[in-house]
Nanobody
Framework: QVQLVESGGGLVQAGGSLRLSCTAS????????MGWFRQAPGKEREFVAA????????YYEDSVKGRFTISRDNAKNTVDLQMNSLKPEDTAVYYC????????????????WGQGTQVTVSS
């Protein structure tokens, strides 16, 4: 089992940057692919970015490509999301999640979730 704790959210002006971090408990972190999702008020949770176990492949939702970067450090049990050129439409609660399944873009494929961290981008 994996427990996930996100940090790094906050309020930022449009065009600014934030770095989210997710720390996992347990000794099997490197066995899991990791993802970041977000949920805005009144909307469904949506995929943002994902990274495979060995950091060999990364995936991004189209609207964040070129602005967000996902990375992981298996020695530290962490996965980060660097968010640049933030826009008001990026405002949401951001969640990190872990999965052993090969499909990474779907909410239903993830087994473990953090509690979320709020990101607010003002215009």
């Amino acid at each position: 089992q994996v427990q996930l704790v996100e940090s790094g959210g906050g309020l930022v002006q449009a065009g600014g940057s934030l770095r989210l971090s997710c720390t996992a408990s347990g000794r099997t972190f490197s066995s899991y692919a990791m993802g970041w999702f977000r949920q805005a008020p009144g909307k469904e949770r949506e995929f943002v970015a994902a990274i495979r176990r060995n950091s060999g492949s990364t995936y991004y939702e189209d609207s964040v490509k070129g602005r967000f970067t996902i990375s992981r450090d298996n020695a530290k049990n962490t996965v980060d999301l660097q968010m640049n050129s933030l826009k008001p439409e990026d405002t949401a609660v951001y969640y990190c999640a872990a999965t052993i399944r090969p499909i990474l873009l779907s909410v239903s494929q993830y087994d473990y979730w953090g509690q979320g961290t709020q990101v607010t981008v003002s215009s």
